[in-house]
């Protein structure tokens, strides 16, 4: 008997799945459709309607109209939705008991928990000041507003990413870059790492050397003046997403209900 599409995709429980990332040839022309100007405004614009960012975002405010303390805020799903994707750390949502201590550790403090984890939470809690201040501040009007645009914009652009694969890093590549003093400010930022280290082609590996020993091998292909040229900069980012793409189409073929059907026939 012969099987449809649909019948073994429903037998292996995976997805069709080709073209949803883009491929290599696409990464280039994705990316200078996504910097074109006026092209993210409209998009915000459109996220701005979509009835799931607008829950979200609802649930937000009035979770912070019944928190009694900020360190009840700071541990309600309801706010680190909006605030964590916001401060740039979305993958900490479902961490709130770090986040907590973080976020209410003083950023210039060498010692401080945010400090310790990297540039990323450093700048998040200087951006929150929660550590002063406390709920009030994170209540301000101008705050929720601020942590309300910045959510649009992630969740604008991480849509970009089912048309084709890193397309969200890369834009944020391109603006945050020349914010990097030193390698280990590149290391401390989850995206500038994951940019910098796929365009550069060092393994995931290297994660599990010393910081020490991952700040080498990225200065030793990489001159860090480079990530104030703006042209060097693009560069870099289009490296990443052709890198990008060919992995996620990597990925997808092995995923692909046709090629599981064709191993499973070859070994049978």
């Not at 990332?21 to 022309?29: D, E, R, T």
């Amino acid at each position: 008997m012969a099987l449809t599409l649909t019948q073994v995709q429903s037998l292996f429980g995976v997805q069709a799945s080709a073209g949803a990332a883009g491929n290599a040839a696409s990464a280039i022309p994705a990316l200078r459709r996504a910097t074109t100007d006026g092209a993210e405004a409209k998009g915000i614009a459109r996220e701005q309607k979509d009835p799931v960012t607008l829950t979200a975002l609802a649930q937000f405010r009035v979770a912070l109209d019944k928190a009694g303390s900020i360190e009840q805020a700071l541990q309600d799903p309801r706010i680190l939705k909006v605030i964590m994707p916001a401060l740039g750390l979305p993958d900490q949502v479902g961490n709130p008991g770090m986040v907590r201590r973080a976020l209410l550790s003083d950023p210039a403090d060498t010692k401080g928990l945010a400090a310790q984890l990297g540039s990323t939470w450093q700048a998040a809690a200087a951006t929150l000041g929660v550590y002063q201040t406390g709920l009030d501040v994170l209540r301000d009007p101008a705050m929720v507003q601020r942590m309300s645009d910045a959510f649009l914009k992630y969740q604008y652009r991480s849509g970009l990413d089912d048309q084709q694969a890193g397309l969200s890093d890369a834009l944020y590549f391109l603006e945050s870059a020349k914010n990097a003093e030193d390698v280990f400010d590149v290391l401390g930022d989850p995206v500038l790492r994951r940019v910098v280290t796929g365009a550069l082609g060092l393994p995931q590996q290297i994660a599990v050397q010393s910081v020490e020993a991952q700040g080498r091998a990225v200065t030793a292909r990489l001159k860090l003046d480079d990530l104030q040229d703006d042209r060097a900069v693009r560069k870099l980012a289009e490296r990443y997403l052709i890198t990008a793409a060919t992995n996620a189409t990597s990925a997808a073929g092995q995923a692909d209900p046709m090629t599981l059907l064709t191993t499973l026939s070859v070994r049978a």
